[in-house]
C-alpha cells in the first residue's frame, strides 16, 4: 500500500520550494516566543491556519500530485470547530493512475533553523476534522528531519482508524498515538504526509493540528478573525488584449458590445490593448506611427464611457538589448503621438510593456546574462522617463514573477548593479516603473509554490515602496512543439561565440524560431518546427539547420559536427525537464560536404500546472478569491491580471 509514497513526494518537492523567504511576510505577528519560552508545553501547536500559508514556526505545506490524480488545498473562512477564522479545505481527484497527497512542515520550512521539533515528550497527534459528505478517508504518514526525499515511510496510518464512527459531517477531533508512528525518530519530528488513495472525488476540512501529551479533548476556543478590515471588498482585474480586428471592425459591433459585456462581468477593469505599428522609413532612428488610429480611438472612447482604464501593449524580445533601444522608444513616442492627436476621451492611459530578456538565446550563459539584463533595465528606465516628459503617460511592464527572487541562492542569480544600486531585477523595475504586472503563473493559489507564495516577494518590496503590483494568472496553454537541435557549443565561450555567429539578440534565424537547450557540457542549438509548417516548408527547415551549424561552426574554426556522444548529455538534460517529452535523433545529408549532420528532436510543451486551462470557471474562481483574498492585505496588492481574452473567455465559457 505504501509503495511508491517517497517517489511520488519528491515528484513534487523539488519543484515547490520556490520564493519561499517573501512567504513568512504573511504571518500575523504572533507571541512565537512565548511559545518557544516552555520547550515543553502540554500542547505544541503546529497549524490552525490563522497565519495564512505559514505557521507560527515559519513551515509551509503544498500538494503533491501526478496526472490524472490531483488535489488542491484552499484556506477556508469561517469553517472552523469554533465557526471564526480558517480552516484548510482539501479537494481530491483520485483517478485510476497517478497520485496525490498534500505535506505539511510541523516545524520551519527549508531555511528555517526550526526544521524540526524535540516531540519525545508528547503522547498524540491531534488535529480536527469534518467531512463535505461523510465516509471521507485517507492514510497519513510522520518523518523526521534524518528521513530522505526517497525514503518509504515505515508506517503508513489510516485515519478512519482512530475515528469509531469515520468521518462524518460535523467537526470530530483525531488523536493518534506518536508510538504507533515506528521508524520515526520523534526527537526530530519534521513532517506530517497525507497520502489519497480513496479513488473518486471528495473533499473535507482541516484545523488544529498539534501535538498533545494527554488524551484530553477541549473544543477550540473561539477565534476572531483576522484582519477582517483590510479583507478585499471587491475584485479588479487586468487583462491582455492581443487581438484587435474583430475589436475594431465597423461591421462586426456585436464584438465589441460583448467584449465590453464579459469585461464587466468579469470585475475586469483596466485593459492591457495590443498596439500595432507602421514604421516610417528614416535615416536615423525609427519612427512609429499607429495602424488603425479611428480604431484605437472608438475602442478608447467607448472603453472610457464605461469607466475602463487602457493601456497600449508592446513590445518584443529584442527591445532588451541596446542596439534596439530606440524602436522602444519610438513606441512609447508613437503613443504620445496619438494621444496629441486624439479627443481627451479617446487617448490611452498608459503604455504597458511585455518584453521578456530570457528569450533570447544570449539569456541562457550566465556569464553574459548580468549584461543582458542591465541592457534590458536601461530600456524600460529610458522609456519610463519618456513617457512621463512628453505626456505624463502611465508606464508599467510584464514581469516574471522570478524576477523577485525569495531566497539567498536565486537572489544572488538575479543581482544587477544599476544605477549605482545593486538589487534583484525585480526590485529594480518597481523602483522605477509606475506598476508592475508579475506573470505569475500558476494555477493553484494555496501551498508553498502556489500564486501566493510565489508572488510575496514582489508584493511585500512594493508594498514597502508605496508601489503598485498586479498578479497575473495564465488561462492559455500552448500547443507543444517541436524542436530540431544541430549545433553543440561549449559552456566556455559561449556568449563570444554567438557574437561571432550573429545570432547575439536573435529570435529567429531564416524565419524559424531560435531555441537554445542547455546541458551539463554547454549548449545546444536548433530550431522550432512551426505548428502550421506545410510539408513543402520541411526542406526548408532541413537547409535552415544546415546553414545554423555551418555558421555555429564556423566561429570555432570549421569543420566540426556536434559529436552524437554528446547526445547523451542532453538526453538526461530534457528527462529531468518537466517541460520536455521525447528524445529521437536524426540526421541530415549535406549536400555541399556529403556528410551526415547529426541531430536530435525533442517536444516542448506547457507545463499543466502553469495555466487553468480547460480547469473551467469554478476552479478558476475559487482560485481567483482565495488569492485575492490574502493577497488584498497588503497595500501594492492592485488586483490579479487574466492572460488573455480569448482563452479566459473560453476558460469561462467552458470551451
Known sequence: MKQGIAERLSAERRSTFISLAGILVLAIICPAAAIAADPSPDVLPIWDFERGIVNVWGGHYNVYEREPSWARTYLEPKATPSKEGYSLRVNVHRGGGGFCGVWMDLAGGSGSPERSHDASSYRYLSFWIKGERGGEDFELSLADASMGEDDEPQTVLRVTAYLPGGVTTGWQEVLIPLAEFRGVDLRKLARLTLHFTLPGNYRFYLDRIELKRTKTISLPSSRPPKDEASAPSGQHRAMWVWTTQQLFDP?????????????????????????????????????????????????????????????????????????????????????????????????????????????????????????????????????????????????????????????????????????????????????????????????????AGGIIARGMPAIEYASAQGKKIFVGLETFLEPERAIHFVSHVPAEGFAKRLAATGLRGKLDFEGFRLAVLSDETGFFLGLAVPLDMADARRAELEAALLRLSRVVDESAGGGQYPAATTFDAARAALAKDADWRGFETFEISDPDSNRSLPGFRAIRRMSPRTTFHGLGRQVFEEEARSSTEWLSRFPAFSGLAVHFYGSFRELLEGK
Open 251 to 447: 461591421e462586426r459591433k456585436d464584438e465589441i458590445d460583448r467584449f465590453f459585456a464579459f469585461c464587466s462581468e468579469n470585475c475586469v477593469r483596466e485593459i492591457y490593448l495590443a498596439l500595432e505599428f507602421n514604421q516610417q522609413k528614416t535615416e536615423s532612428s525609427p519612427v512609429y506611427e499607429l495602424r488603425f488610429p479611428e480604431g484605437y480611438k472608438a475602442f478608447l472612447e467607448r472603453a472610457h464611457e464605461q469607466g475602463f482604464t487602457v493601456q497600449g501593449l508592446a513590445g518584443t524580445p529584442e527591445w532588451a538589448l541596446k542596439e534596439n533601444h530606440a524602436e522602444a522608444l519610438a513606441a512609447v513616442d508613437a503613443v504620445a503621438a496619438f494621444n496629441r492627436a486624439a479627443p481627451r476621451g479617446a487617448r490611452f492611459d498608459g503604455v504597458h510593456f511585455d518584453v521578456e530578456p530570457y528569450a533570447l538565446v544570449d539569456y541562457a550563459d550566465p556569464t553574459y546574462r548580468p549584461a543582458v539584463l542591465e541592457q534590458f533595465l536601461e530600456m524600460v528606465s529610458r522609456c519610463a522617463e519618456r513617457a512621463r516628459a512628453d505626456s505624463n503617460l502611465y508606464f508599467s511592464c510584464d514581469v516574471p514573477a522570478w524576477f523577485y527572487p525569495g531566497d539567498d541562492l536565486e537572489r544572488r542569480g538575479l543581482l544587477v548593479n544599476f544605477g549605482g544600486k545593486e538589487k534583484s531585477v525585480g526590485e529594480h523595475l518597481t523602483d522605477m516603473l509606475d506598476a508592475v504586472t508579475i506573470m505569475n503563473y500558476i494555477n493553484q493559489a494555496d501551498g
